[in-house]
C-alpha cells in the first residue's frame, strides 16, 4: 500500500485583505546570551564595579569635592565649610612644606628611572644568560621585594645607625672618627632612604623584566648575532625595541611608586628633616591633631592628578594595541 | 664564495647525541641540501656551521679556515631562519639595513646597498613597510635581501619555505634556485621535504638519528640508496623492499611492471595479489601483496593512467623489475650490497 502521508505545503500566513494597511510584524531580537548568561555577566562585573565605585572612586571623588572645603572630619559637613580654591593657594604659595614635598617626590621619581630601575633592568639583562647560579642570582636579588616596604625602613635604620650600624662600621668611620649621620643629616638622608628603596626596587623590576626577556623570540637574538651585531647593539636595537609593553610596565610601575613612596619615609622619622614627601604631608593633614581633612584632600587631589599622567601614557597605549 | 668542510662534527645535548661524526664538503658555489626527519640533527648541524651551536668535537671550516672558535659575525656567512626572524619593529629597509649599521657602513652606502639587494628581490615597493604587513612570501624575500646584503661566503638557510602554503612554495623554490645561480653562491640548505631537497640541491647529504647516511646527487640519492633509511625516506611512494634469499631487494614504485599472462621481465619477478587499486588523477597506484617464503610483503606500483592496466583488484598477477632497476641491501644492516 502506497504511504498516504501527504507532503502538502504549509499553511501560508493570513495575508491582510484587499485594501487593508499591512502591519509589519514585530521583529524579534536574537541574541547569543541565554538569561542565565545576562545574569551571570551582570553579577561578574557588577559586583567588582560596584566594589571599585564604592572603595575606590567613591572615596576618590569625596576627597576631590572635600579639597573645597574646610572641613576638620568633625560633623557635617555645610555650605559654610566650602572654601573654594583657597587650599590650593595655601598650598602653592603659603605652605612651607608643599615645594619641598613635591621635589622630594621628584628627586625619588629620578631617582628610581635613572639608577634604580636601569639597574634592575641590566640585572635582568645579565641573568637572562642562563650563567652558571643564576637561579641564586634571581633569589638574592629578589629577597628584598617580599619584605614590606616598613620592615625594610627598619633593616636599614638599623644600617644607617651613627655608630653601630654596619655602613659606619664597614666604612672605617667610626674608627676614624668621621662619623655620617646618614638619616639625621637633611643633606643626605633622602638620599640614604632611596638607597634602602633601590635595594627592594631593583629586585622588584629584575624580575618584571627578566620575564619580558624570557618572552623575546630567540631567533631575533640570534638572527642579530648572524647579522655581524654585538650584544649591546642587539640589546638596544632589537631586544629592548621588542620589549615595549614590557618597558611601559616598568616606566608606569617606576612612577607610581615613586609617586607613592610613604613608608620608609614614614617609618624612619615621619617624614620631617628632609624627608618630606606629599603623600607624608597627606596623613600629616588629614589624621592628625589638626585634622585638616579639606587641606589634606587638596594635597591628595594634586598628587592623584600628577598620578595620572603615567596611567594615562599607560591605558593609551593598551588601548592603541587592543 | 668558499668551500664550507664539517670534519668529525659532533654535538651533544645532555649526553644525547644531536649531531654524531659527520663529515661533509659544500664546495664552493654548491647548492647542498640536508635532507632528513625531523631530529636528525640536520639545523643542528648548520647551527654548528653558523656560530650559533658550539660543537662538542669536531672542526668546521670556511674558505680553508677553521671558524670553529669564531662568533657567527666573524664567519662572513647569512643565515635565513625558518620563522625569517625580521625585526617586528623595523621597516623592510630598516631590517635589511640592519647588519650594515652593525658593521659601521656609511648612511650613503648603505641606502646604496639596501637599494641593490631590494630590487634584485623585486621588493622595492616594500622597503616602508613593517613585516606584519607582508605577506608569507614577501618575508622570505626581505629575510633574503637581508642576507643578501652582507655579501656573505656561505647562504644558510634554515627550512625557509615551510611556512608557506604548498601553492606558493612551488615558485618560491624556483626563485630561490634563481636566487642562487645568479649569485653562484655557496649554499647549505636545510630541509625535511625530499621535493624541495630533490628540485633545489646539487647534491643532497641525507641525516638520520645525528648519522651522515648518503650525500650524493638528486640521481644518485633517488636510484642508487645507500641503505634502506634513504631508499624509503626519499621517493613518494618510498622504495619497495622485498626479503628474497637472505636480503632485501628494493625497487621504485614507478619501476613495477604488472601482468597477468605470466610474463617476465629480465630482472626480477614477484607472485603477487592485487589488494586495491587508486586512482589520483594522473597516477594509479596499485597496492599488491607479494608471497614470499620469508613472509608476505605489501608492495605499492605507480603506473600512469595513461597506460593500461593489466590487473584488476582481489587478483594474482606477476610482478616483474629490470636489473637496471633493482638495489639490494642487507637484510640486517640495510646497507646497500652488490648484485
Known amino acids: ?322 | 664564495m668558499a668551500e664550507v668542510e664539517v670534519r668529525d662534527i659532533r654535538k651533544a645535548f645532555g649526553g644525547v647525541p644531536a649531531v654524531d661524526g659527520v663529515n661533509l664538503v659544500c664546495h664552493d658555489g654548491e647548492y647542498l641540501v640536508l635532507l632528513g626527519p625531523s631530529g636528525c640533527g640536520k639545523t643542528t648541524l648548520l647551527r654548528m656551521i653558523a656560530g650559533l651551536e658550539h660543537p662538542t668535537e669536531g672542526d668546521i671550516l670556511i674558505g680553508g679556515h677553521s671558524v670553529r672558535g669564531l662568533p657567527p659575525r666573524a664567519r662572513k656567512i647569512a643565515m635565513v631562519f625558518q620563522s625569517y626572524a625580521l625585526y617586528p619593529h623595523k621597516t623592510v629597509e630598516h631590517n635589511i639595513s640592519f647588519p650594515l649599521e652593525a658593521q659601521g657602513m656609511t648612511k650613503e652606502e648603505r641606502a646604496t646597498r639596501v637599494r641593490w639587494a631590494a630590487g634584485l628581490l623585486g621588493i622595492e615597493s616594500l622597503l616602508q613597510r613593517k613585516p606584519r604587513q607582508l605577506s608569507g612570501g614577501e618575508r622570505q624575500r626581505v629575510a633574503l635581501a637581508r642576507a643578501l646584503v652582507r655579501e656573505p661566503q656561505v647562504f644558510l638557510l634554515d627550512e625557509p619555505l615551510s611556512n608557506l602554503d604548498a601553492k606558493l612554495r612551488a615558485s618560491a623554490r624556483l626563485e630561490l634556485k634563481q636566487f642562487q645561480q645568479r649569485l653562484a653562491a655557496s649554499t647549505i640548505y636545510v630541509t625535511h621535504d625530499q621535493v624541495e631537497a630533490m628540485g633545489l640541491g646539487d647534491r643532497i647529504a641525507v641525516l638520520n638519528l645525528g648519522r651522515l647516511q648518503q650525500i650524493g646527487t638528486p640521481d644518485e640519492i633517488y636510484h642508487r640508496p645507500a641503505n634502506t633509511f634513504v631508499a624509503t625516506f626519499v621517493g613518494s611512494p618510498p622504495m619497495n623492499l622485498v626479503p628474497r634469499d637472505g636480503r632485501l631487494v628494493g625497487f621504485r614504485p614507478e619501476n613495477v611492471r604488472l601482468s597477468t599472462d605470466g610474463q617476465r621481465l629480465e630482472g626480477a619477478s614477484f607472485a603477487c595479489h592485487v589488494i586495491r587499486i587508486e586512482n589520483l588523477g594522473s597516477d594509479r597506484y596499485v597496492y599488491l601483496r607479494v608471497k614470499g617464503d620469508e613472509g608476505d610483503t605489501n608492495v605499492i606500483a605507480k603506473l600512469a593512467v595513461a597506460e593500461q592496466l593489466p590487473v584488476k583488484a582481489d587478483e594474482d598477477a606477476q610482478l616483474s623489475v629490470e636489473q637496471r632497476h633493482l638495489s639490494y641491501f642487507d637484510q640486517k644492516t640495510g646497507g646497500r650490497i652488490a648484485a
Open chain 1, 1 to 322: 500500500m502506497a504511504n498516504t502521508t501527504t507532503n502538502a505545503a504549509p499553511a501560508r500566513a493570513r495575508q491582510p485583505e484587499a485594501g487593508a494597511v499591512a502591519i509589519p510584524a514585530r521583529r524579534r531580537r536574537y541574541t547569543l546570551l541565554t538569561r542565565h548568561d545576562k545574569i551571570l555577566l551582570a553579577l561578574m562585573v557588577g559586583i567588582p564595579l560596584t566594589l571599585d565605585v564604592i572603595l575606590i572612586w567613591g572615596p576618590t571623588l569625596a576627597s576631590i569635592l572635600l579639597s573645597f572645603t574646610n572641613w576638620d572630619g568633625v560633623g557635617d559637613i555645610t555650605s559654610k565649610n566650602f572654601v573654594g580654591l583657597k587650599n590650593y593657594q595655601f598650598m602653592f604659595t603659603g605652605y612651607t612644606l608643599f615645594w619641598p614635598a613635591f621635589t622630594h617626590n621628584l628627586i625619588w621619581l629620578l631617582w628610581l628611572t635613572l639608577i634604580a630601575t636601569p639597574l634592575g633592568m641590566l640585572f635582568a639583562v645579565l641573568l637572562d644568560r642562563e650563567i652558571r647560579g643564576t637561579r641564586v642570582y634571581q633569589s638574592v636579588f629578589y629577597l628584598p621585594v617580599v619584605l614590606s616596604l616598613v620592615v625594610v625602613g627598619l633593616i636599614w635604620e638599623l644600617q644607617y645607625t651613627p655608630t653601630d650600624g654596619f655602613i659606619n662600621n664597614a666604612l672605617g668611620l667610626v674608627k676614624s672618627g668621621h662619623i655620617i649621620d646618614w638619616l639625621g643629616d637633611s643633606r643626605i638622608n633622602l638620599y640614604a632612604i632611596l638607597g634602602a628603596a633601590s635595594w627592594r626596587h631593583i629586585g622588584y623590576i629584575m624580575i618584571l623584566y627578566l620575564a619580558g626577556l624570557k618572552s623575546v623570540d630567540p631567533s631575533l637574538r640570534e638572527a642579530a648575532r648572524v647579522d655581524g651585531a654585538t650584544e649591546v647593539q642587539t640589546f638596544f636595537n632589537v631586544v629592548f625595541p621588542v620589549m615595549a609593553p614590557i618597558n611601559v610596565v616598568i616606566v608606569v610601575v617606576t612612577a607610581i611608586e615613586a609617586l607613592r613612596a610613604f613608608d620608609i619615609a614614614f617609618i624612619i622619622n615621619q617624614g620631617k628633616n628632609g624627608l618630606e614627601l606629599l603623600s607624608i604631608l597627606i596623613t600629616n593633614n588629614s589624621l592628625s591633631e589638626a585634622s585638616l581633612v579639606g587641606f589634606g584632600s587638596a594635597i591628595a587631589v594634586i598628587l592623584l592628578l600628577i598620578s595620572m599622567v603615567p596611567i594615562v601614557i599607560f591605558l593609551t597605549r593598551v588601548m592603541r594595541n587592543a
